[in-house]
């Protein structure tokens, strides 16, 4: 049973409120700073979320820390130290003096923290409930005595709500709402990487480097907000299945190895339009011209035209150019790095 | 105030992880069973509050009958609720501490005290930044309950509660993906647009402008998410490629029935277009299908002139032909759409 400091109640309270705040991370951290100074008055204090591409610290709503210490804390020297002392797994919060290893042996205190005038300090390490490590919050004090034992373990009692409050996954979860039928969904990260979407499974589809995320990665250098298109996704009884993905960037106010969400749902609506004609709207919308696409799909110029009558039909389209707007603005297109996918 | 006790963390962090799913109504049932974990209570309602036609709208409830729950639907419940003043203040209230008798409230006359309740309890449903959004009302047979200690807990889980009702949101989180997000409002069905929290508003999206009708027309023929130009001012220099922001829509279907999306403005990249305002006038009017001869009597140019002009379009968006030219211009949002209705301006 952990002691309670007093004023527990409050703060627990506090805590919980400011986790509840909607929007950016940004306006949260500096509340939840404060809160812990009331806990612990210390003269510097940060948020570090992990980079986990990178394997360093970027640091939020710092204060108190001088321009080198916080240059050295974004490191990936002070990461390591962070490892050597296991502050990258979920344990309780440790002070200087609970260190498996002596202070004066670690860069940033005998470098950095402790020719700065501190005395002690607290490290926080923050684990969202699925376990993903999303970093670490530092005070520290020119008080040898601060944090009592007692402070320490109430701080580790908030460090799930506290870890809630800055998890950059939770507004990027929100976004999966732009699609009210998405079944699966990822991160795709600056570096090609997938990281799981909190509440929806992943796909075989959005896996690193599979063509999806490849022609994802480039509507977004293309600058496009909302890209929607189809995939074909062959099943035994239905060989003309596709399925529909969705590509969101990250909010601004998310880490910046995030780049985008993607998220598949039922193709919907395709208008009768057969695995062949989305496939030639997927040119079309990339403006290759009725030559082209022949010799691309190795077919007669004759049977191009004929396809695209057929398309015409189906989209309610008077020309070629705006059967492709009309399919671009509906998604209702296989891109041509797409075509090829089988199961 | 006596301070209660710190709910368990494994409480809070319960009703937060619901706060972080907001728009499915299937999970306010959830919100409802981890309260009545902490709260011993026969019935519990939960409801939002839709301003517009002044009452409540039931996301969630146990234990009351139908004859209760229609009464709870109409516009005398959210007058008894303002008249107590939970629609001011976030704090708890329990049936012996309401500032009107119980007797005097047709939902305790005529509803709660027929139906065998006792005693009970409600609390206003408030944002951080202290918009009404909702009402939870808990009632008990037995006169003991709630407690002090249980209302002081039930103020504790108000604020994660009213974070997961509110349907605003999630919107506020989608105009991030927004680069330089300007201004932002919710974009209704009925084509208004109203403020959303934490994001400035803009004169184009005021009541009398003509925008947020334009943006539903087009998101309707996007599949619910658009992106165009649109002017700040009518001062139609054809020639200007300044004064224009970028507007965007995004769809949010799990969002209420009445809310389309979210409507963003945003600045062009160092202020100017590719493109004049002629010149995106035209493509918005090729890309509704218009002809170049329908162009020339809308716009009333010379056949040759809107010929010329999409000449230039071409050339300026660095494309072949003008097939790829208006695709390039569709998927940029590079146009301005014609007001539907309305001869084309410019």
């Keep these: ?61 710092g204060s108190g820390y001088s321009e080198v210490i916080v240059a050295y804390m974004g490191s990936s020297e002070h990461y390591r130290e962070m490892e050597l002392l296991g502050m990258d797994r979920d344990r309780p919060p440790m002070r200087v003096r609970d260190a498996p290893v002596p202070p004066g042996e670690l860069r940033s205190w005998a470098e950095h923290l402790e020719p700065a005038g501190y005395r002690e300090g607290i490290g926080l390490t923050l684990f969202s409930p699925d376990g993903r490590h999303l970093g670490l919050i530092t005070l520290h004090t020119d008080d040898p005595a601060q944090p009592s034992d007692e402070t320490r373990d109430f701080i580790g009692l908030l460090a799930p709500v506290m870890a809630d409050a800055v998890d950059p996954m939770r507004s990027i979860a929100t976004l999966s709402t732009i699609v009210a039928d998405a079944e699966y969904g990822v991160v795709l990260t600056r570096g090609g ?6 509440g929806l499974p992943d796909h075989p589809l959005l896996r690193a480097e599979a063509p999806v995320l490849e022609v994802a990665a480039a509507g977004l250098r293309e600058g496009r907000v909302h890209n929607s298109f189809l995939c074909p996704y062959p099943v035994p009884d239905d060989q003309g299945r596709h399925v529909r993905l969705t590509v969101l960037p990250c909010p601004v106010s998310a880490p910046a190895h995030l780049l985008a969400v993607v998220l598949i749902s039922p193709a919907g ?72 996918i089988r199961r | 105030m006596t301070a209660p006790p710190p709910p368990p963390s494994n409480v809070l962090r319960d009703v937060a992880e619901i706060a972080e799913t907001p728009g499915h109504h299937g999970q306010m049932a959830e919100v409802l069973a981890r309260v009545r974990r902490v709260v011993p209570v026969q019935a519990a309602w939960l409801a939002l509050l839709d301003d517009r036609h002044r009452r409540y709208t039931e996301l969630a409830s146990f234990g009351y009958d139908g004859r209760i729950l229609d009464y709870f639907g109409t516009t005398p419940m959210l007058d008894q609720v303002e008249l107590v003043g939970l629609t001011n203040s976030a704090l708890p209230q329990r049936a012996q501490e309401s500032p009107v008798p119980l007797n005097e409230l047709p939902v305790w006359a005529d509803y709660y ?23 939870l009302v808990l009632c008990t ?132 277009s ?37 000449a230039r379009v071409v050339v300026g968006l660095d494309a072949p032909d003008r097939h790829t030219a208006l695709l390039r211009a569709a998927r940029q949002g590079w146009f301005i759409p014609p007001r539907p209705g309305r001869p084309p301006q410019g």
């Design chain 1, 269 to 340: 609506d395709l208008r009768r339009l057969t695995r062949r004609e989305l496939q030639i709207l997927g040119l079309l919308v990339d403006g290759w011209s009725n030559q082209r696409i022949a010799s691309q799909l190795v077919i007669t110029q004759r049977t191009v035209a004929a396809h695209i009558e057929h398309i015409l039909d189906k989209m309610d389209a008077p020309t070629r150019t705006l059967a492709a707007v009309r399919a671009l603005r509906l998604g209702l297109y296989v891109p041509l790095p797409l075509t090829r």
């Design chain 2, 141 to 272: 047979d037995d006169p003991e309950h709630p407690t002090e200690a249980e209302r002081d807990l039930v103020a504790a889980i108000a604020r994660p509660v009213a974070a997961a009702v509110d349907p605003i949101r999630s919107l506020a989180v989608l105009a991030q993906v927004v680069r330089d997000a300007g201004a932002a409002a919710v974009l209704t069905r009925a084509g208004e647009a109203r403020p959303l929290p934490g994001l400035p508003g803009h004169r184009l999206l005021a009541p009398d402008s003509a925008l947020p009708g334009i943006a539903l027309h087009q998101a309707s023929h996007c599949g619910g998410s658009a992106s165009f130009l649109w002017p700040t001012d009518l001062g139609p220099d054809h020639d200007d490629r300044s004064g224009l922001l970028q507007v965007t829509v995004l769809g949010c279907p799990t969002a209420p029935p009445s809310v389309v999306g979210i409507l963003v403005l945003s600045p062009l990249p160092g202020g100017r």
């Design chain 2, 113 to 135: 005290f027929p139906a065998g309740f006792r005693a009970g309890m409600a609390v206003g449903l408030f944002t951080p930044d202290r918009r009404h959004v909702g009402v």
């Design chain 2, 274 to 310: 590719v493109l004049t305002r002629r010149e995106l006038v035209t493509v918005g009017l090729l890309l509704e299908g218009w002809s170049d001869e329908h162009i020339a009597v809308g716009l009333d140019l010379p056949l040759g002139s809107v010929a010329e002009t999409i």
């Design chain 1, 193 to 198: 990487n997938v990281l799981p979407l909190p």
């Design chain 1, 1 to 61: 049973m952990v002691e309670l400091p007093p004023g527990a109640a409050e703060i627990v309270a506090d805590v919980e409120r400011i986790a509840a705040l909607p929007g950016d991370v940004r306006d949260r951290v500096p509340e939840l700073l404060r809160v812990l100074h009331r806990l612990m008055p210390s003269g510097a204090s940060m948020v570090h979320l992990l980079n986990p591409e990178l394997r360093e610290f970027q640091g939020l709503g």
